[in-house]
Nanobody, 125 residues
């Protein structure tokens, strides 16, 4: 079983950057597609970005396109979310997740069956 642990969250000002990391343990995550989701207070959890198992294909929410980049390092068993030009509306708990889906890039919450505990990102104006 894969266990996922997120890190890198914190309090930043609008316009700043953060890089979130998701470290997998227990088993390699290289056979999974990976995604970053976020959930802010009173809202549903939404996909921020997803990356295919080989890492060739990515998908992003419209709200973060051009600002966020998802990547993975198979050697380090880690997935990253580089977040640039942060906005107050990016404030949320961010979750890393793994999906066994290989026929398409998984973009639905139900595609993912392994989740981390989350890391909080707060962007002040």
């Amino acid at each position: 079983q894969v266990e996922l642990v997120e890190s890198g969250g914190g309090l930043v000002q609008a316009g700043d950057s953060l890089r979130l990391s998701c470290a997998a343990s227990g088993r390699t995550c290289s056979s999974f597609a990976m995604g970053w989701f976020r959930q802010s207070r009173g809202k549903k959890r939404e996909l921020v970005g997803a990356i295919s198992q080989p890492g060739r294909h990515t998908s992003y929410a419209d709200s973060v396109k051009g600002r966020f980049t998802i990547s993975r390092d198979h050697a380090k068993n880690t997935v990253y979310l580089q977040m640039n030009t942060l906005k107050p509306e990016d404030t949320a708990d961010y979750y890393c997740a793994a999906s066994p889906q290989i026929m398409r890039l998984p973009t639905l919450e139900n595609d993912y069956d392994i989740w981390g505990q989350g890391t909080q990102v707060t962007v002040s104006s």
